[in-house]
Each structure stands twice: as structure tokens, then as C-alpha cells.
């Protein structure tokens, strides 16, 4: 009876984890477990700027999509002075840690990020 309880047990928890690897990892998700410690989503800033205030300051530099996301991606990879845009957060709340994050959740959680703007861009003031 235990062994059965455990063989039951086992193939439940592994058939979970091979779920969860076959899924395409989800932005929202992905900030929740990686961003949301520093940044809010929506001003005011937490430790960080709000993310659709980056997002916003994103829109404003790059119109391509693919090239918001793949400078985001960059930035989050290797945050640096060099990578990033906005150079007065880096004085106010010094330069982000890097995050353990694996290349195809930075991606995944890049495009979440460079959508967070939204139809309405809010003021980059007050970040
Ligand atoms: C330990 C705190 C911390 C965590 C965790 C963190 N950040 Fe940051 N992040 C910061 C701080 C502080 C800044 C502002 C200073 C800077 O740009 O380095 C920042 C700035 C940024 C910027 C703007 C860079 C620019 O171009 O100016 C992006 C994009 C960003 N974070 C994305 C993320 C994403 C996405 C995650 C989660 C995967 C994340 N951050 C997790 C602290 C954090």
C-alpha cells in the first residue's frame, strides 16, 4: 500500500514537471518570479521604475517591437551603464542585479515587458 501511495505519488509529480517544461514560459508569470521583488508593474516605483514606465521609455527610443524586446533582453542579460537607457534611475536606485533567469525566459519576459506600455504611454516624470 505505502509503495503504491508513493509509486502514485511520483508519477504525479513528474508528469507535473514534464507540463511545466513543455510549457512556453509566460511573461506575466516569469516577472511575478524574477521582478516583482524591485519593480512594480504600474507607478509608484517600488525599488526600481515601474515597469510600464521602462516599457514606456522603451516605445519612446525604438519603434520595431523586435528591436525594443532584443534591447531589453540585452540589457537584462548584462545590466550595465552601457545597456541601459535610462542613466538617472542607475543613480537613484543603483544598477540592477543580474537575474537567473535562463535566455528563453529573458525573451519571454522582454516581449511581456516592451507590452506593459500599452495603448497609453505614462509619463516617464515619476519614475
Ligand atoms: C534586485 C532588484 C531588481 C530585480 C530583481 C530586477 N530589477 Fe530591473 N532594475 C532594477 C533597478 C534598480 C533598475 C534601475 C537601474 C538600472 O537601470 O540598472 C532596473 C532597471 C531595469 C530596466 C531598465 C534598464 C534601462 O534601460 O534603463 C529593465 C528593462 C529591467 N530593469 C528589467 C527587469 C526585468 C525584466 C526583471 C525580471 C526578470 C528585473 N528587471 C528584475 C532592479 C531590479
Request: some cysteine.
Amino acid at each position: 500500500m505505502k509503495s503504491c501511495i508513493f509509486f502514485l505519488g511520483s508519477s504525479l509529480f513528474f508528469s507535473w514537471q514534464l507540463s511545466a517544461a513543455e510549457n512556453v514560459p509566460n511573461g506575466e508569470a516569469l516577472y511575478g518570479k524574477y521582478c516583482s521583488v524591485c519593480h512594480s508593474i504600474s507607478p509608484p516605483a517600488l525599488n526600481a521604475p515601474a515597469m510600464r514606465s521602462i516599457a514606456a521609455l522603451y516605445h519612446r527610443k525604438y519603434q520595431q517591437r523586435s528591436e525594443g524586446v532584443a534591447r531589453i533582453a540585452a540589457f537584462i542579460k548584462l545590466p550595465s551603464v552601457k545597456n541601459a537607457l535610462d542613466q538617472v534611475a542607475i543613480s537613484r536606485y543603483g544598477l540592477m542585479a543580474r537575474v537567473p533567469a535562463t535566455s528563453k525566459e529573458t525573451q519571454a519576459v522582454s516581449e511581456w515587458l516592451w507590452d506593459q506600455a500599452g495603448g497609453i504611454l505614462p509619463p516617464v516624470k515619476g519614475r
